[in-house]
């Protein structure tokens, strides 16, 4: 009978096909809970480790949660009964958390994004640095108003739009809170630009330099890649793979 797995033998496996000396500077990705010995016969694959989440993994006998949001994000002085990483720990469940390194992975976040938006003749915006999350499509000629509507169709979310007026056919999209890509898709020649979530002033400066923004929701545009990742996961590994139940947290009217 083939062994099981161990959470060392999951995280290895992640590193290799979505690299964890890639992610941003800023980041806390890796393997944050938990013992790298302990054999895993069920993993649970999410976007954010929430106390739900913990709750069903501790209910389903999952034994570590893979998820793309780091269950410890910002330094910490105490965890306590209550806190996530206590609440994973006192079940026995370890974690696996890749976030940008994720995001810029082939194969990871944004091509998971570019799959369900059913764009082809998609490319890397940049060879290397967090500019390399990014991906850009050369479409059939749109307009902003179409472009918004066909994404929302397809993430089954609701958009904002900020319209430039122009003609689309280059479109650069990073899922998430890629905010600060704006002035570097405008000055590709991109003409629109998707992702997860804007600020006011940052679709005021979009349409400064001519670029139609249009954001479909954190949640929306990152969660396509769980079910990519469970299917690795399952393709490589003796244990079951759970995807963990989750919707987005922000409820629109």
């Not at 938990?34 to 999952?62: F, M, P, Q």
């Not at 938006?117 to 998609?122: A, D, H, I, Q, W």
């Not at 005021?204 to 954001?215: F, K, N, R, S």
């Amino acid at each position: 009978m083939e062994c099981r797995p161990t959470v060392k033998d999951i995280f290895e496996y992640i590193n290799r096909i979505a690299p964890f000396d890639c992610q941003c500077e800023w980041d806390n990705s890796g393997f944050l809970v938990g013992c790298k010995d302990n054999e895993v016969r069920k993993i649970g694959v999410v976007l954010d480790i929430t106390t739900d989440a913990v709750r069903y993994a501790a209910e389903n006998g999952i034994d570590l949660i893979v998820s793309h949001h780091p269950v410890i994000f910002r330094a910490v002085k105490h965890f306590t009964d209550g806190d996530l990483p206590f609440m994973l720990a006192k079940n026995g469940i370890s974690a696996i958390c890749a976030h940008t390194n994720l995001d810029i992975a082939k194969g990871g976040v944004n091509d998971a994004l570019a799959e369900v938006l059913g764009f082809e003749n998609v490319s890397d915006f940049a060879d290397s640095g967090d500019l390399s999350m990014i991906r850009v499509a050369q479409i059939s000629e749109t307009d902003g108003e179409s472009l918004a509507k066909y994404v929302a169709e397809k993430l089954g979310a609701s958009v904002c739009l900020a319209d430039s007026g122009k003609k689309i056919r280059k479109v650069a999209f990073c899922g998430g809170s890629a905010n600060e890509f704006v002035s570097d898709v405008a000055e590709n020649g991109c003409d629109a630009y998707i992702t997860g979530e804007l600020k006011h002033h940052e679709f005021l400066d979009a349409l400064e330099i001519g670029v139609t923004v249009i954001t479909a929701g954190h949640f929306e545009t990152e969660n396509p890649v769980v079910a990519v990742l469970a299917e690795k996961l399952k393709n490589n590994f003796n244990a079951e793979v759970d995807i963990i139940p989750q919707n987005s947290p922000i409820k629109h009217f």
